[in-house]
Structures are given as structure tokens and as C-alpha cells.
Nanobody, 109 residues
Framework: HLEESGGGLVQAGGSLRLTCVGS????????ATWYRQAPGKQRELVAT???????NYADSVKGRFTISRDSAARTLSLQMNDLKSEDTAVYSC?????WGQGTQVTVSS
């Protein structure tokens, strides 16, 4: 079970930090991914961090978003800067087949 937090309403250009925690998840053992789904659109991959630490981002968020995990590997984070209205979506974290419920991010223009 994973649980996300940190979503909310922010003005364009602002920042938010999303957090994903899992009581029985070690984020160093498997790749972990942030996804998002906007209304009426397909779910898209936002950022992935591999077990070895390599990071990959969707082109639309490169240079603005940063995925990370804490040293204890119990928390996955997504730092989102310079937010745009098109970043509005429900953001979910996933490790393998384990998913969180998601957290809403709304960016007002």
C-alpha cells in the first residue's frame, strides 16, 4: 500500500512537493514511478527512479520536476517547480503493481 500527499492548489509558476510513503516498501529495491492523469486524458509517466538511482523524466517536466527518495528509502518525493496549468492532474506513485490512491494537483493560470 502506498499513500501520496502534498497535492493542492497553486498558481502558475509556483511549486509543490509530493510525497509517497509505503509502510512495507523499500524504494531502493525496485523502480518507483510517478504518474499523472488529467481529466479526459490518458495516464502518463512523469518520472521514474530506478533501484540503482538512475532517473528519467517525461519531456514535458524535464528541468522543472525532480524525483528523489530519502536515505532510508521509505519515502519517494516529486519536487515540482515552475508549475503550469497543463500540470493539473491526479498524481500517483507506483512500485511494481502497488499503487497509491493519488493526490490532486491543480495549477491556476
Amino acid at each position: 500500500h502506498l499513500e501520496e500527499s502534498g497535492g493542492g492548489l497553486v498558481q502558475a509558476g509556483g511549486s509543490l512537493r509530493l510525497t509517497c510513503v509505503g509502510s512495507e516498501i523499500n524504494f531502493r529495491l525496485k523502480s518507483a514511478t510517478w504518474y499523472r492523469q488529467a481529466p479526459g486524458k490518458q495516464r502518463e509517466l512523469v518520472a521514474t527512479i530506478a533501484s540503482g538511482g538512475a532517473k528519467n523524466y517525461a519531456d514535458s517536466v524535464k528541468g522543472r520536476f525532480t524525483i528523489s527518495r530519502d536515505s532510508a528509502a521509505r519515502t519517494l518525493s516529486l519536487q515540482m517547480n515552475d508549475l503550469k496549468s497543463e500540470d493539473t492532474a491526479v498524481y500517483s506513485c507506483a512500485v511494481g503493481t502497488v499503487w497509491g490512491q493519488g493526490t490532486q494537483v491543480t495549477v491556476s493560470s
